[in-house]
Nanobody, 123 residues
Framework: QVQLVESGGGLVQAGGSLRLSCAASGRSFSRYAMGWFRQAPGKEREFVAAISWSGLRRYGADSVKGRFTISRDNAKNMVYLQMNSLKPEDTAVYYC????????????????WGQGTQVTVSS
């Protein structure tokens, strides 16, 4: 099993940056695919980014590509989401997830989830 704890969320002005962190504990962390999802009030949980155990990356909507970067440090059991040029529409609760697949885009493809961290971008 894997336990996940997110941190790094907060309030930032439009155009600013935040770096989210996810600390993992458990067996075989380096073999898990890791993903980031976000959910705003009244909206579906949205795929943001994923990274496989081998470091291959994929990103979600066009609005995310070019602004967000996912990375992992297997030696530290950590995964990160660097968010630049933030926009008000990025406001959401961001969740870290772990799965045994190669990093899918659907929430049900992940087995473990963190508690979420709030990101609020002001205009």
């Amino acid at each position: 099993q894997v336990q996940l704890v997110e941190s790094g969320g907060g309030l930032v002005q439009a155009g600013g940056s935040l770096r989210l962190s996810c600390a993992a504990s458990g067996r075989s962390f380096s073999r898990y695919a890791m993903g980031w999802f976000r959910q705003a009030p009244g909206k579906e949980r949205e795929f943001v980014a994923a990274i496989s155990w081998s470091g291959l990356r994929r990103y979600g909507a066009d609005s995310v590509k070019g602004r967000f970067t996912i990375s992992r440090d297997n030696a530290k059991n950590m995964v990160y989401l660097q968010m630049n040029s933030l926009k008000p529409e990025d406001t959401a609760v961001y969740y870290c997830a772990a799965g045994s697949s190669n990093g899918g885009t659907w929430p049900y493809e992940y087995d473990y989830w963190g508690q979420g961290t709030q990101v609020t971008v002001s205009s």
